[in-house]
C-alpha cells in the first residue's frame, strides 16, 4: 500500500496532475489560450472577444496577432446577451493597436454584425438619451435606431451604418 507522504507518491501524484492540465493551458495550434478562469477578459464573454477580433480581421485588414485583454471599469459584469457594446470595444482595440484617441467625451454604442454592417441595439432612444444626460458630446449609434427625438438632446449624434464608416469618423 501505497503512503500518501511518500515522495513517490507525490511525483506519481504532481504527474498526473500535470498531465490533466496540459491540455487546458496549452494550445498547440496558437489559438486563444485560456487558462481555466483566466481567459483575459474581466467581465466580458471571451467568444464574442475572438467574434468581434475575426471581424476586424476580415473586414478592416487589421493584423491582430497580440495578446488581447479587456477589463470593463469598476468590476462590471455585462450579461453575454447584451451586444449594445461591441462597437465600443472594437474601437477601444483598434485605438490600442494604431494608437489614436477616442475622446472622453464621445460615447459608441451598437451591434456588430459577421458582415462588419452594425446592427441597431434594444432600447436605442432611451440610451442616446442618458449618455447625452451623463455629458456625452457626440454619440455614435447604429443608423437604424436614428429617431427625430435625439435631436435636442444637446449632443450630436452621429449615425454609423458600418464598421468602415465609424472609423472613418472617430479617427
Given at each position: ?13 504532481t504527474a498526473a ?95 456588430l454584425s459577421l ?57
Open positions: 500500500m501505497m503512503k500518501f507522504t511518500s515522495q513517490q507518491f507525490l511525483l506519481d501524484h496532475i500535470l498531465a490533466f492540465y496540459e491540455p487546458v493551458v496549452y494550445d498547440p495550434a496558437g489559438g486563444f489560450f485560456q487558462n481555466l478562469k483566466d481567459d483575459g477578459t474581466v467581465g466580458l464573454n471571451m467568444n464574442r472577444i475572438k467574434m468581434l477580433t475575426g471581424v476586424l480581421r476580415k473586414h478592416t485588414k487589421t493584423k491582430i496577432f497580440h495578446d488581447t485583454f479587456f477589463n470593463i471599469v469598476g468590476g462590471l459584469k455585462i450579461d453575454e446577451s447584451e451586444t449594445c457594446i461591441d462597437l465600443a470595444l472594437v474601437t477601444a482595440l483598434l485605438s490600442s493597436l494604431h494608437e489614436f484617441v477616442v475622446p472622453r467625451t464621445s460615447c459608441i454604442m451598437g451591434e458582415n462588419g454592417d452594425v446592427r441597431p441595439i434594444d432600447s436605442g432612444v432611451p440610451r442616446v438619451k442618458e449618455a447625452a444626460q451623463h455629458g456625452f458630446t457626440e454619440i455614435y449609434i447604429p443608423y437604424r435606431n436614428y429617431h427625430k427625438s435625439m435631436e435636442n438632446l444637446g449632443a450630436r449624434i452621429i449615425p454609423v451604418k458600418t464598421i468602415h464608416e465609424l472609423l472613418e469618423l472617430i479617427k
